[in-house]
């Protein structure tokens, strides 16, 4: 059984930073694809960046330049680095991988709430 344990949420100012970082564990032999993504009240949850294996990553055209996104393979973990926060990236943020164990499975965080306000 594999998990991923969030933790770097909270109450932050505009223009404020937060890291965020999510921990896998169990019985994993590789991790093929690390994102984070948001949910906002009332809104779909949408791809906020994503790393693969190889360091490739991809972010949403909003974060760009704000964001950013790295992982440590030997700890199993990701990051999310914010800075220059807005009011409008308040949401709760999940971590996603897709983790190899004895067969390919798609795992979620249980989610941190990222809140941008004065």
């Known amino acids: 059984q594999v998990q991923l344990v969030e933790s770097g949420g909270g109450l932050v100012q505009p223009g404020g930073s937060l890291r965020l970082s999510c921990a896998a564990s169990g019985s994993i032999f590789s991790i093929y694809h690390m994102g984070w993504y948001r949910q906002a009240p009332g809104k779909e949850r949408e791809l906020v960046a994503s790393?693969?294996?190889?360091?490739?990553?991809n972010y949403q055209d909003s974060v760009k330049g704000r964001f950013t996104i790295s992982r440590d393979n030997a700890k199993n973990t990701v990051y999310l680095q914010m800075n220059s926060l807005k009011p409008a990236d308040t949401a709760v943020y999940y971590c996603?991988?897709?983790?190899?164990?004895?067969?390919?499975?798609?795992?979620w965080g249980q989610g941190t709430l990222v809140t941008v306000s004065s």
């Open positions: 996603r991988m897709v983790v190899q164990t004895t067969s390919t499975l798609e795992v």
């Open positions: 790393i693969r294996s190889g360091g490739t990553t």
